[in-house]
């Protein structure tokens, strides 16, 4: 079955510290794969996205992403934390030949001043 | 500011009445999905329309019903509403990029309070 795990449903980080979300995704065909961030109230904003190519994907707000095919894998991570990155963050998996997103339960990210 | 358009923001009704959310897509994108959010489903995806038609279905009730119109802005149609259709309602838009990928760009929501 096709799926997406989130293993973390909150981490704490303090400001200035890296982070690393994790994401976990079954599969049966070449994934595409993406992070969106959403903030309280807020929409989802897409973060980055893997296609193919370079298995290391740079997004915005410095957020990078590994595509680990072993591991079935696609972890979120960042250098250095900032205040504002606290939200909650969305692994989702998607395939060619269809458009729809199979999400994950979501990681809240709450950060320490 | 993704493009996507959702109305209204936020939408208070009773159990049993019939409302009406509208999305308009980016310029361009064809592709439209309903998504629910709710704190003890996740993210559902509902269904998508593409170009009019209806392309794909997901976890959307037979209270729900969906449609795009010509000018490509869509209506998720809720019916006879129960407390649980209480969520976050997202509708995104996409068009297919080179290479048969593609990547979806979500609205602000709209969400739905039924007392």
């Known amino acids: 079955a096709q799926s997406v795990t989130q293993p973390d449903i909150h981490i704490t980080v303090s400001e ?19 992070w969106y961030v959403q903030s309280p109230g807020q929409g989802l904003q897409l973060l980055l996205k893997y296609f193919s190519g370079d298995t290391l994907v740079q997004g915005i707000k410095g957020f990078e992403a590994e595509f680990k095919r072993s591991q079935s894998s696609f972890n979120l991570r960042k250098p250095s934390v900032h205040w504002s990155d606290a939200a909650e963050y969305f692994c989702a998996v998607g395939g060619s030949g269809t458009y729809k997103y199979i999400f994950g339960t979501g990681t809240r990210l709450k950060v320490l001043a | 500011d993704s493009g996507v358009t959702q109305t209204p923001k936020h939408l208070i009704t009773a159990t049993g009445q019939r409302v009406t959310l509208r999305c308009s897509p980016r310029s361009g994108d064809l592709s439209v999905y309903w998504y629910q959010q709710s704190l003890d489903q996740g993210l559902q ?11 794909a279905k997901g976890n959307i009730l037979e209270r729900f019903s969906a449609q795009q119109f010509p000018d490509l802005h869509s209506e998720l149609n809720l019916s006879s509403l129960e407390l649980g259709d209480s969520a976050l309602y997202f509708c995104a838009s996409s068009t297919p990029i080179a290479g048969g ?12 309070t039924v007392t």
């Not at chain 2, 995806?45 to 392309?55: K, P, V």
């Open chain 2, 101 to 112: 990928s593609y990547e979806q760009y979500f609205g602000p929501g709209t969400r739905l």
């Open chain 2, 45 to 55: 995806f509902l269904i998508q329309y593409y170009n009019g038609e209806e392309r």
């Open chain 1, 16 to 34: 200035g510290a890296s982070l690393e979300l994790r994401c976990n995704y079954s599969y049966g065909a070449t994934p595409y794969l993406f």
